[in-house]
């Protein structure tokens, strides 16, 4: 589906980036089936300790003081024709709510979605995905906050386009419970300087990594300058980077690496950052 690299001239940054890639693929084929039921059974779990499990590349389910939710869920099957049939979402269908927030392929998996509106999981989404794909959704406005018990959801309107005002519409969100704040900014292809200053300081951010376009070479400094800027003015304790080795709907020129991660630390490293770094990988749980 995505593994397309045509009329690339090979050169021997692209052939190490197509090395990285592979080798987690081929991870990804032979664990990951058994890394989603190890997430579902977390749902069951008796820690309450709030956590978020990376279900795919940008893809997150939550548990927060036993309130169980996703954040743009995925199934196995939606990344893979093998898979299909294999996995259950049983578990899924006692998640208290699912957000989505926006419409490309490698966010909503419209078949699980709908499946959990048809259970009667309460599903929040850009107004203008409710509109066309999701209308038994509730739209996910700008600004008007989403409560459930004590956790609070804010949205706002992301930057997910490379040349301003096109692309899809997409939002961002900051998590706030008991005086801890997750932010998400979400898919972001325009960086604009000191954006998320207003939400500052975060206890964990949430970057979701884009640094240009075909990757047959390392990616201009100064991409990487503004993405660092654009993530620090959140003031984060904490950076998890995901939207990485994204291989099943991207092309593999446009799929970001551990070599990427190493740039942006560096970055952060000159900047004199304080700021922690986290690459989780597909499955893993980190604690908020």
């Not at 990344?79 to 006692?94: C, N, R, S, V, Y």
Request: net charge negative; charged share 25%.
């Amino acid at each position: 589906m995505a593994d397309k690299a045509e009329n690339i001239v090979e050169n021997e940054f692209f052939t190490e980036h197509k090395r990285l890639v592979a080798r987690v693929k081929t991870a990804f084929y032979e664990e990951y089936l058994q890394q989603w039921n190890v997430m579902l059974q977390g749902m069951g779990h008796q820690d309450k300790s709030d956590s978020v499990w990376l279900m795919f590349s940008s893809n997150y389910m939550f548990s927060m003081g036993g309130v169980f939710w996703a954040l743009d869920p995925v199934h196995p099957g939606h990344l893979a024709e093998e898979f299909k049939g294999k996995a259950t979402i049983d578990p899924l269908k006692q998640l208290d709510f699912v957000i989505v927030s926006h419409e490309h392929p490698d966010h909503a998996d419209f078949e699980l979605v709908g499946k959990l509106i048809e259970a009667g999981v309460p599903v929040y989404a850009p107004q203008a995905l409710c509109e066309r794909s999701l209308k038994n959704a509730t739209p996910a406005l700008p600004d008007v906050p989403i409560i459930y018990d004590d956790i609070k959801i804010t949205p706002f309107a992301g930057w997910h386009f490379e040349v301003p005002p096109t692309g899809k519409e997409a939002l961002g969100f900051l998590i706030e419970k008991n005086g801890k704040k997750m932010l998400f900014p979400g898919d972001t292809r325009f960086y604009v300087q000191d954006a998320l200053k207003p939400f500052a300081p975060v206890d964990f951010l949430f970057a979701h990594f884009w640094l240009g376009r075909t990757l047959i070479k390392p990616p201009d400094p100064t991409a990487v300058e503004e993405f660092c800027d654009f993530m620090l003015s959140s003031q984060p304790a904490n950076m998890v980077c995901t939207h990485m080795y994204e291989f099943i709907f991207h092309p593999v020129t446009d799929v970001w690496t551990d070599f990427h991660v190493g740039l942006v630390k560096e970055c952060l490293k000159a900047r004199k950052s304080k700021t922690q770094i986290t690459v989780p990988k597909f499955g893993e749980r980190i604690l908020l």
